[in-house]
């Protein structure tokens, strides 16, 4: 927040979601061009949760000095060690992390933004992209060893040409879904499981790492089926509400795919005939080669040496945009 902008705020006695809604009301155009980040204030509890998941994540995934002995269940434990160094992390169990996130975006070219015909002089684009109307929603999942693991389309995906491989609808309805569903969720991480499978065997059992989106369950819920997948506190790492910045890893994951997506789209030439599986080709294969072993083993090293203490420092509350 700039200090004009904080100096504003304070002035009126108003929130920045007040002001960012006035300014819409004065000129609705203005939400076309103009993107807004905003982040509500979190609560205390949400604070506390964050820095005792960070502190668990520190604890699990980088070199702890041994407790002193002897030592009883009274016994405080000691205070977290901060990573400093590569050196100081725990490289075989962050080998085995797997990273979980859904990302919807749109195939629409920025190098032109008009479409349509106006009198006889004008410039026709013949892009159906331009209207905006293809989407695609996919899941993919990232490792520290492997880079990219899987990236799957899901529900929601809409373009020319596009047939999905299996149909999904919501829970209790016969409709089809307009985006993932549990079952596709689920879905998606047993195919991650077998790739991890026949890539390590079944001798070393993955952790997964996915937000609390209510369509992927509750692992500690039997109901839910997660068990017989072998998903427990052991395997997962319970990420707190309000924390993409500790999911960073798969988060810098979606941008780094979108940026050269982005490219991609604006460099391809569209037409009458254009499909969307092409897009859907380049996407599978961008990911390969921009999430590499190398990118994932530096983004989750940035993760654990910059952004959890970071987190710790700021009590819990979101530490500096440059660690987000």
Not at 55 to 62: A, C, D, G, I, Q
Not at 151 to 165: D, N, R
Not at 185 to 192: P, S
Request: proline share 9%; with cysteine.
């Amino acid at each position: 927040m700039t200090t004009h902008f904080a100096s504003i705020k304070a002035a009126h006695n108003v929130s920045e979601r007040s002001i960012w809604r006035s300014v819409k009301v004065a000129d609705p155009k203005l939400g076309k061009h103009v993107l807004i980040e905003y982040r509500p204030p979190l609560k205390s509890e949400v604070k506390e949760e964050r820095v005792r998941a960070s502190e668990l994540w520190m604890r699990r995934f980088t070199k702890q000095p041994a407790p002193p002995s002897p030592s009883t269940d009274d016994t405080p434990p000691p205070p977290v060690a901060i990573p400093r160094t590569p050196e100081d992390l725990n490289t075989a169990k962050l080998e085995i992390v797997i990273w979980v996130d859904a990302k919807k975006f749109y195939i629409k070219p920025k190098a032109h933004k008009v479409w349509g015909t106006r009198g006889s002089d004008s410039i026709v684009v013949q892009d159906s992209r331009a209207r905006g109307a293809w989407v695609v929603h996919y899941y993919s999942a990232v490792n520290y060893k492997l880079g990219a693991v899987l990236i799957v389309l899901v529900s929601g995906t809409h373009g020319k040409g596009y047939k999905p491989a299996k149909t999904y609808a919501p829970k209790g309805r016969k409709c089809k879904a307009r985006g993932p569903t549990a079952a596709e969720f689920k879905d998606f991480i047993k195919a991650c499981l077998k790739v991890w499978n026949d890539e390590f065997c079944e001798t070393l059992p993955p952790i997964f790492s996915w937000d609390n989106t209510r369509i992927h369950g509750n692992y500690r819920d039997e109901a839910d089926g997660w068990g017989s997948l072998g998903i427990d506190t052991e395997t997962h790492m319970q990420l707190p509400p309000y924390s993409p910045d500790m999911h960073s890893v798969i988060e810098l994951s979606h941008a780094r795919l979108m940026h050269e997506m982005q490219q991609f789209i604006n460099n391809r030439e569209g037409g009458p005939g254009d499909s969307l599986e092409p897009y859907t080709e380049s996407l599978g294969e961008l990911f390969q080669a921009t999430i590499t072993p190398e990118w994932a083993k530096a983004t989750t090293h940035r993760l654990f040496i910059d952004v959890l203490p970071a987190i710790l420092q700021a009590n819990g509350d979101y530490p500096p945009k440059k660690y987000r």
